[in-house]
């Protein structure tokens, strides 16, 4: 399963399978649904411990750095089990399937961490 990585894309060749790595963290423990709202719009819920928000803000500002075509927006409150968040990403139509391979793996990856 890849991702599909665009021209636009600004991190070097070298870093892209450690940056897969903590997305694949990521999804694996905390996504718990994948909701794809347009072409270009898919909306994650994610729970987690304490410190969630701060784990997400922090990858998805280093992601934004090498790919500004990509959009992202936590918003969250605290759960009784945990923090409950929602990441919203979005892109521009040109880059659809981008976002596509995003939520495709996002989605089989949380279904193999919960599993």
Do not use: N, Q
């Not at 894309?9 to 999804?27: G, K, Q």
């Not at 996504?31 to 410190?51: C, K, Q, S």
């Amino acid at each position: 399963m890849s991702i599909v990585v665009p021209d636009a894309c600004t991190l070097p060749t070298a870093e892209r399978p450690l940056r897969l790595a903590e997305f694949d963290d990521l999804f694996a423990t905390a996504v718990r649904r994948v909701e794809p709202i347009t072409a270009t719009h898919v909306r994650l819920w994610l729970t987690g411990p304490a410190g969630l928000e701060a784990t997400v803000r922090d990858l998805t500002a280093r992601e934004t750095a090498c790919c500004s075509f990509l959009t992202f927006a936590v918003t969250g409150e605290p759960a009784d089990d945990g923090t409950a968040l929602t990441l919203d990403v979005e892109v521009p139509g040109k880059y659809a399937d981008v976002l596509a391979s995003l939520s495709e793996r996002a989605g089989t990856v949380s279904a193999r961490g919960t599993s």
